[in-house]
Antibody, heavy 120, light 107 residues
Framework: QVQLQESGPGLVKPSQTLSLTCKVS??????????WSWIRQHPGKGLEWIGY???????NYNPSLKSRVAISVDTSKNQFSLTLTSVTAADTAVYYC????????????WGQGTLVTVSS | DIQMTQSPSSLSASVGDRVTITCRAG??????LNWYQQKPGRAPKLLIY???SLQSGAPSRFSGSGSGTDFTLTISSLQPEDFVTYYC?????????FGPGTKVDIK
Protein backbone atom coordinates (compact mmCIF):
# COMPACT_ATOMS: atom_id res chain seq x y z
CA GLN A 1 0.00 0.00 0.00
CA VAL A 2 1.49 3.27 -1.11
CA GLN A 3 1.80 5.90 1.61
CA LEU A 4 2.75 9.54 1.25
CA GLN A 5 3.88 11.97 3.92
CA GLU A 6 4.36 15.71 3.49
CA SER A 7 6.95 17.63 5.45
CA GLY A 8 8.20 21.19 5.59
CA PRO A 9 7.89 24.48 7.44
CA GLY A 10 4.47 25.36 8.74
CA LEU A 11 5.19 29.08 8.63
CA VAL A 12 6.70 31.06 5.77
CA LYS A 13 7.21 34.81 5.58
CA PRO A 14 5.67 36.85 2.76
CA SER A 15 7.85 37.13 -0.36
CA GLN A 16 9.86 34.07 0.66
CA THR A 17 9.85 30.57 -0.81
CA LEU A 18 7.64 27.72 0.33
CA SER A 19 9.32 24.32 0.12
CA LEU A 20 7.63 21.01 0.88
CA THR A 21 8.70 17.41 0.45
CA CYS A 22 6.58 14.31 -0.01
CA LYS A 23 8.17 11.07 1.14
CA VAL A 24 6.81 7.97 -0.55
CA SER A 25 6.76 4.52 1.03
CA UNK A 26 5.29 1.22 -0.09
CA UNK A 27 6.18 1.87 -3.69
CA UNK A 28 9.03 3.23 -5.80
CA UNK A 29 8.72 6.45 -7.76
CA UNK A 30 11.35 5.18 -10.18
CA UNK A 31 9.30 2.13 -11.15
CA UNK A 32 7.33 4.51 -13.34
CA UNK A 33 3.77 4.44 -14.55
CA UNK A 34 2.39 6.97 -12.09
CA UNK A 35 2.16 10.71 -11.71
CA TRP A 36 2.98 12.44 -8.45
CA SER A 37 0.91 15.51 -7.68
CA TRP A 38 0.53 18.46 -5.38
CA ILE A 39 -2.89 19.86 -4.47
CA ARG A 40 -3.79 22.61 -2.04
CA GLN A 41 -6.86 23.64 -0.11
CA HIS A 42 -7.30 27.14 1.23
CA PRO A 43 -8.85 27.24 4.73
CA GLY A 44 -12.51 26.33 4.52
CA LYS A 45 -12.38 26.28 0.71
CA GLY A 46 -12.22 23.87 -2.18
CA LEU A 47 -9.35 22.00 -3.81
CA GLU A 48 -6.83 23.40 -6.27
CA TRP A 49 -4.55 21.22 -8.40
CA ILE A 50 -1.01 22.62 -8.41
CA GLY A 51 0.73 20.22 -10.76
CA TYR A 52 2.36 16.84 -11.23
CA UNK A 53 5.66 15.22 -12.02
CA UNK A 54 6.55 11.92 -13.64
CA UNK A 55 9.55 9.90 -12.47
CA UNK A 56 11.44 11.02 -15.56
CA UNK A 57 11.12 14.62 -14.40
CA UNK A 58 8.44 15.65 -16.84
CA UNK A 59 6.10 18.18 -15.24
CA ASN A 60 2.76 19.87 -15.79
CA TYR A 61 1.71 22.92 -13.76
CA ASN A 62 -1.45 24.90 -13.19
CA PRO A 63 -1.05 28.07 -15.30
CA SER A 64 -2.38 30.11 -12.38
CA LEU A 65 0.83 29.27 -10.47
CA LYS A 66 3.18 28.38 -13.30
CA SER A 67 5.49 31.37 -12.94
CA ARG A 68 6.10 30.61 -9.25
CA VAL A 69 5.94 26.83 -8.92
CA ALA A 70 8.38 24.00 -9.45
CA ILE A 71 7.99 20.30 -8.71
CA SER A 72 11.07 18.09 -8.61
CA VAL A 73 11.75 14.43 -7.94
CA ASP A 74 14.56 12.64 -6.14
CA THR A 75 14.28 8.98 -7.02
CA SER A 76 17.26 8.07 -4.83
CA LYS A 77 15.33 9.25 -1.78
CA ASN A 78 11.95 8.16 -3.16
CA GLN A 79 10.49 11.59 -2.68
CA PHE A 80 9.28 14.59 -4.63
CA SER A 81 9.15 18.24 -3.73
CA LEU A 82 7.19 21.45 -4.23
CA THR A 83 8.70 24.90 -4.40
CA LEU A 84 6.53 28.01 -4.53
CA THR A 85 8.27 31.36 -4.74
CA SER A 86 7.21 34.87 -3.74
CA VAL A 87 4.46 33.68 -1.44
CA THR A 88 1.69 35.89 -0.09
CA ALA A 89 -1.10 35.36 2.41
CA ALA A 90 -3.15 33.95 -0.47
CA ASP A 91 -0.82 30.92 -0.48
CA THR A 92 -1.86 29.97 3.05
CA ALA A 93 -3.39 26.53 2.64
CA VAL A 94 -3.21 22.86 3.46
CA TYR A 95 -0.90 21.28 0.92
CA TYR A 96 -1.40 17.66 -0.09
CA CYS A 97 0.77 15.34 -2.12
CA UNK A 98 -0.87 12.50 -3.99
CA UNK A 99 -0.36 9.72 -6.52
CA UNK A 100 -2.69 8.77 -9.30
CA UNK A 101 -4.32 5.42 -9.90
CA UNK A 102 -4.27 3.14 -12.90
CA UNK A 103 -6.77 4.95 -15.09
CA UNK A 104 -6.18 8.60 -15.92
CA UNK A 105 -4.78 10.87 -13.25
CA UNK A 106 -7.44 10.14 -10.64
CA UNK A 107 -5.88 10.83 -7.24
CA UNK A 108 -5.96 7.46 -5.55
CA UNK A 109 -3.42 7.95 -2.77
CA TRP A 110 -3.04 11.07 -0.65
CA GLY A 111 -0.79 12.30 2.09
CA GLN A 112 -2.38 13.59 5.27
CA GLY A 113 -1.71 17.20 4.28
CA THR A 114 0.33 19.93 5.89
CA LEU A 115 -0.84 23.43 6.76
CA VAL A 116 1.41 26.21 5.55
CA THR A 117 0.71 29.69 6.86
CA VAL A 118 2.21 32.73 5.17
CA SER A 119 2.67 35.46 7.73
CA SER A 120 5.32 37.81 9.01
CA ASP B 1 -9.60 25.90 -17.81
CA ILE B 2 -12.64 23.64 -17.59
CA GLN B 3 -15.10 25.02 -15.07
CA MET B 4 -16.78 22.48 -12.79
CA THR B 5 -20.00 23.19 -10.94
CA GLN B 6 -21.85 21.11 -8.37
CA SER B 7 -25.40 21.18 -7.14
CA PRO B 8 -26.60 21.50 -4.58
CA SER B 9 -23.85 23.22 -2.61
CA SER B 10 -25.32 21.64 0.49
CA LEU B 11 -28.13 19.31 1.37
CA SER B 12 -29.78 17.93 4.47
CA ALA B 13 -30.77 14.31 4.65
CA SER B 14 -31.41 11.48 7.09
CA VAL B 15 -29.71 8.17 7.67
CA GLY B 16 -31.03 5.70 5.12
CA ASP B 17 -31.96 8.34 2.53
CA ARG B 18 -30.99 8.05 -1.11
CA VAL B 19 -29.02 11.11 -2.16
CA THR B 20 -27.90 12.40 -5.56
CA ILE B 21 -25.27 15.07 -6.18
CA THR B 22 -24.82 16.60 -9.62
CA CYS B 23 -21.61 17.79 -11.26
CA ARG B 24 -21.51 19.71 -14.52
CA ALA B 25 -18.49 20.46 -16.69
CA GLY B 26 -18.11 23.60 -18.78
CA UNK B 27 -17.33 21.45 -21.83
CA UNK B 28 -17.40 17.80 -22.68
CA UNK B 29 -14.94 15.76 -20.62
CA UNK B 30 -15.99 12.33 -21.92
CA UNK B 31 -15.96 10.14 -18.81
CA UNK B 32 -12.88 11.63 -17.17
CA LEU B 33 -14.69 12.54 -14.00
CA ASN B 34 -13.78 11.53 -10.46
CA TRP B 35 -15.58 11.85 -7.14
CA TYR B 36 -13.92 12.35 -3.76
CA GLN B 37 -15.19 12.31 -0.21
CA GLN B 38 -13.56 14.56 2.36
CA LYS B 39 -14.06 14.30 6.10
CA PRO B 40 -13.19 17.33 8.27
CA GLY B 41 -9.46 17.65 8.86
CA ARG B 42 -8.68 14.75 6.53
CA ALA B 43 -7.38 14.33 3.02
CA PRO B 44 -9.92 13.64 0.29
CA LYS B 45 -10.59 10.00 -0.52
CA LEU B 46 -11.26 8.73 -4.04
CA LEU B 47 -14.70 7.14 -4.34
CA ILE B 48 -15.43 6.96 -8.06
CA TYR B 49 -13.16 7.31 -11.10
CA UNK B 50 -13.95 7.33 -14.79
CA UNK B 51 -17.44 8.59 -13.94
CA UNK B 52 -18.78 5.23 -12.83
CA SER B 53 -15.99 2.94 -11.61
CA LEU B 54 -15.98 2.25 -7.89
CA GLN B 55 -12.55 2.69 -6.34
CA SER B 56 -11.25 -0.36 -4.51
CA GLY B 57 -12.31 -0.20 -0.87
CA ALA B 58 -15.11 2.31 -1.42
CA PRO B 59 -18.52 1.13 -0.17
CA SER B 60 -20.90 -0.20 -2.80
CA ARG B 61 -23.64 2.24 -1.73
CA PHE B 62 -21.73 4.85 -3.76
CA SER B 63 -22.28 4.91 -7.50
CA GLY B 64 -21.57 7.32 -10.32
CA SER B 65 -22.99 7.94 -13.75
CA GLY B 66 -22.83 10.33 -16.65
CA SER B 67 -20.65 11.34 -19.56
CA GLY B 68 -19.98 14.45 -21.58
CA THR B 69 -20.90 17.36 -19.35
CA ASP B 70 -23.37 16.00 -16.78
CA PHE B 71 -22.56 13.58 -13.99
CA THR B 72 -24.13 12.31 -10.79
CA LEU B 73 -22.94 10.72 -7.59
CA THR B 74 -25.57 8.66 -5.81
CA ILE B 75 -25.46 7.35 -2.27
CA SER B 76 -28.10 4.64 -2.09
CA SER B 77 -28.57 4.62 1.68
CA LEU B 78 -26.85 7.29 3.72
CA GLN B 79 -24.81 6.07 6.65
CA PRO B 80 -23.72 8.24 9.60
CA GLU B 81 -20.15 8.47 8.26
CA ASP B 82 -21.40 9.85 4.92
CA PHE B 83 -22.36 13.26 6.31
CA VAL B 84 -19.31 15.05 4.93
CA THR B 85 -18.26 16.94 1.79
CA TYR B 86 -18.03 15.59 -1.76
CA TYR B 87 -16.02 16.96 -4.68
CA CYS B 88 -15.98 16.15 -8.36
CA UNK B 89 -12.82 16.56 -10.48
CA UNK B 90 -12.15 16.44 -14.19
CA UNK B 91 -8.98 14.86 -15.52
CA UNK B 92 -9.81 15.37 -19.19
CA UNK B 93 -7.32 18.19 -19.59
CA UNK B 94 -4.93 20.20 -17.50
CA UNK B 95 -5.23 22.13 -15.32
CA UNK B 96 -7.28 19.46 -13.61
CA UNK B 97 -10.13 21.24 -11.86
CA PHE B 98 -12.44 20.43 -8.98
CA GLY B 99 -16.02 21.32 -8.31
CA PRO B 100 -16.71 23.62 -5.34
CA GLY B 101 -18.02 20.77 -3.21
CA THR B 102 -21.32 19.56 -1.81
CA LYS B 103 -21.73 19.32 1.93
CA VAL B 104 -24.14 16.67 3.16
CA ASP B 105 -25.43 17.22 6.66
CA ILE B 106 -27.92 15.61 8.96
CA LYS B 107 -31.52 16.78 8.75
Amino acid sequence: QVQLQESGPGLVKPSQTLSLTCKVSGGSISSGGYYWSWIRQHPGKGLEWIGYIYYSGSTNYNPSLKSRVAISVDTSKNQFSLTLTSVTAADTAVYYCARDGDYRWELAYWGQGTLVTVSS
Amino acid sequence: DIQMTQSPSSLSASVGDRVTITCRAGQSIDSYLNWYQQKPGRAPKLLIYAASSLQSGAPSRFSGSGSGTDFTLTISSLQPEDFVTYYCQQTYSTPFTFGPGTKVDIK
